[in-house]
């Protein structure tokens, strides 16, 4: 019962205080979520452009049909 009651209140203190709106979105590298972020409304799908790279991904228009391929992305490259 305690158990519960202590889910009870992460969850309500979760939806008062976060944004249930990006639970499963996809985010880039940045923090910018797809399809949501400010800039970002187009670019609703996410692409890991790097192979056997899992841990850098960015959002895209459009998934690509094969490679080499051209994307279009609003990235910010260093």
């Given at each position: 019962m305690?158990?519960?009651?202590i889910m009870?209140?992460?969850s309500?203190n979760?939806f008062?205080?976060?944004?249930?709106?990006?639970?499963?979105?996809p985010?880039d590298?940045?923090?910018?979520y797809c399809?949501?972020?400010?800039?970002?409304?187009?670019f609703?799908?996410?692409?890991y452009?790097?192979k056997?790279n899992?841990?850098y991904?960015?959002c895209?228009?459009?998934c690509?049909e094969?490679a080499p391929y051209?994307?279009?992305?609003?990235c910010?490259?260093?």
């Amino acid at each position: 019962m305690i158990f519960i009651m202590i889910m009870l209140i992460i969850s309500i203190n979760g939806f008062l205080i976060g944004n249930p709106r990006v639970l499963g979105i996809p985010h880039d590298n940045e923090g910018n979520y797809c399809a949501i972020s400010p800039n970002y409304e187009s670019f609703k799908f996410i692409l890991y452009p790097e192979k056997d790279n899992y841990n850098y991904f960015i959002c895209v228009e459009n998934c690509p049909e094969k490679a080499p391929y051209t994307i279009k992305c609003n990235c910010k490259f260093n």
